[in-house]
């Protein structure tokens, strides 16, 4: 029943509007109406073209899917555009007349109605609150003031002077003031409005050049209407011919041109991007169809550069992209969240752009015919989560085991090492109070082994590090390390600065190895390291080299990668 009702009522809606307009087109081509569309032709043709303007982006906004209450707003707005030239038809019914007058002004709620709509013709609830009472305020004046006003005691009338069937019981002061408190709320309201636009609304539609259409106009027609409220509050006896309202009625009508224009761009935007982004959920569903992320395909399709697609991975808290990277919810009133859910159970949010796409319609739509892709991403997403947490845990362990060895080697310095250099000292002095030579011999014997103990036990203490690498950073060390080799090493850092220290590590430890493996025929070798866009590149070429599994371990636990080749060897390793 819904289906058919919402259609018929909606054909009701734009034959009405039809009707109206072309009625007040009519009075306006005839002479038949007194009002400021009727003050020359110049406004004669801005109220045509304005009206024209907003009927076509009605029934545009209109047709399915319709694009919320846009709709109704601005057919709404049409109507009461026209209204005061239906309000000024002196030979017309006075029902017509009296219903005219009352609707006339409605213009400014509606056109804040307007300007608190987005794409998808939609309020967000922040907004709800102060615009049912900006309703609920412009009702009542309008409702009291049709039962108190009798035209023919409003000495301010140039319109409708003679009719009111709504009229209960004549208050000529009450309905002056009313009129009077109607035409400050209108000023009020339009002033507020606009401040809200310059405030919000631009800075919501910031990066869209079809919101700023849509908004900039609108704030023009309320300044122009802000104006006209104001002279009728400064100068309530005005003649129709009283400056500056005819140039301010056509200022509105120009404006209300753009603002029609803007939305008509809008809706014809918002339809290609749901469209193409509906088109894709539905190729989602295809087999065969090659993998890309559903963020990257609905950002493209939707334009919405900012949009996330977000899934949750079993044992683990918050969510997570594509690539396995943890997002924290964007926490903004221009970003909807759409729930996508397979057996009621949710396997992805999608974070976008509030006005591109309605969310109840992308979260079926998704669920229907995409699901399983985007269960399969979201299955994907988990397993790089994990590949992920395992590289973190290869690089705890093996800046660990550094750590561990350090402390060894600084145990060893301190410790062993220094206790062996007092024995040693000993040994040299009871050797200098030993007379006999057999003593003497077998002490010097005793303290040679020491000699070649500590010396070997200062070798391990130095460590496969030096300090100086911790201390001054990686040129330092190499070059310390090239004054040792056994060849000629040739040294060549092409950066500046200092990087993680296992990454320096690793650099230095790729460059030892190969000059470890050299040996005194060989010619020389050239260490070349430098930044590409993969991270550190490390070039190693001249000596013969067998990759140790360690190092291999060692350069993949930082997500990098070596090969060797003939005399040469290259790894890159990724940095920040």
């Known amino acids: 029943m819904r289906a058919l009702v919402r259609p018929a009522a909606g054909s009701g809606a734009v034959a009405i509007l039809l009707v109206v307009v072309g009625l007040a087109l009519y009075l306006l081509t005839s002479d038949g109406s007194i009002s400021l569309a009727s003050f020359g032709p110049i406004s004669t043709w ?41 309000e000024g038809w002196s030979q017309g019914p006075e029902l017509i007349r009296t219903v005219a007058a009352a609707s006339s002004p409605l213009v400014v709620p509606l056109l804040t109605h307007l300007a608190l709509l987005d ?22 004046c309008v409702f009291v003031i049709t039962l108190v006003r009798d035209p023919l005691f409003d000495l301010a009338c140039w319109s409708n002077c ?30 507020l409005t606009i401040c809200w636009i ?38 309530p006896a005005a003649r129709l011919d009283t400056a ?38 539905d190729d989602l569903a295809l087999p065969g169809v090659s ?24 044992g683990k808290r918050g969510w997570f992209d594509a690539a396995g990277v943890e997002h924290p919810i964007p926490a903004t009133a221009f970003r909807a969240l759409t729930e996508i859910r397979r057996d009621d159970a949710l396997i992805a949010l999608v974070v976008h752009d509030r006005s591109l796409l309605n969310e109840k319609e992308l979260g079926r739509r998704i669920g229907a015919a995409a699901a399983l ?4 991403e979201r299955l994907r997403a988990g397993i790089l989560m994990q590949l992920a947490e395992l590289q973190e845990s290869r690089v705890r362990i093996v800046e660990s085991a550094d750590w561990e060895r350090r402390r060894i080697e600084r145990n060893l310095h301190d410790g062993a090492q220094q206790s062996l250099l007092v024995l040693q000292f000993e040994l040299s002095l009871a050797h200098s109070q030993i007379v006999d030579a057999a003593t003497s011999a077998a002490l010097v014997r005793v303290i040679g082994e020491v000699r070649s103990v500590t010396d070997n036990l200062r070798q391990m203490a130095h460590g496969i590090f030096p300090a100086v690498l911790n201390d001054v950073g990686l040129d330092a060390a190499l070059r310390h390390l090239a004054e040792d080799a056994p060849v000629p090493l040739s040294i060549d850092v092409g950066f500046e600065g200092r990087f993680a220290p296992s990454v320096e590590r690793l650099v230095y430890l790729v460059v030892r190895t190969a000059v470890a493996a050299a040996t005194a025929s060989d010619d020389a070798i050239t260490a070349r390291i430098d930044r590409s866009p993969d991270g550190i590149r490390m070039v190693v070429s001249g000596a013969p080299v067998n990759l140790a599994r360690n190092l291999v371990d060692r350069v993949g636990a930082l997500g990098g990668t070596i090969s060797v080749s003939a005399r040469r060897m290259e790894a890159v390793v990724p940095c920040e």
Do not use: C, H
């Open 162 to 191: 003679t009719a009111n069937s709504f009229l209960v019981a004549p208050a000529p002061g009450l309905a002056s003031g009313l009129v009077m408190a109607q035409s400050w709320l209108e000023a009020s309201v339009g002033i």
């Open 244 to 281: 500056p309202l005819p140039a301010l009625y056509v200022a509105s009508s120009i404006a209300l041109i753009a603002v029609a224009s803007g939305w008509i761009s809008s809706v014809a935007i918002w339809r290609a991007r749901r469209a193409a982004a509906l088109r894709l959920i």
């Open 46 to 86: 801005a109220t045509a073209l304005g009206v024209l303007s907003l009927v076509a982006a009605t029934v545009l906004a209109a047709v399915r899917p319709a694009v919320g209450s846009a709709p109704l707003v601005l057919g709404g707005i049409a109507v009461t555009w026209v209204a005061p030239v239906i």
């Open 119 to 140: 794409a998808t013709g939609r309020v967000r609830d922040r907004w709800r609150v102060p615009l049912v009472a900006v309703w609920s305020l412009s009702a009542i």
């Open 291 to 314: 993998w890309e992320p559903l963020e990257t395909k609905l950002a493209a399709r939707l334009g919405d550069p900012g949009l996330k697609v977000l899934y949750p991975v079993p």
């Open 198 to 235: 310059v405030v919000v609304g631009l800075g919501r539609a910031a990066n869209r050049p079809a919101a700023v259409r849509r908004i900039l106009p609108l704030g023009a027609v309320l300044v122009f209407q802000t104006a006209t409220a104001v002279t009728e509050v400064l100068r």
């Open 373 to 376: 892709a985007v269960d399969n």
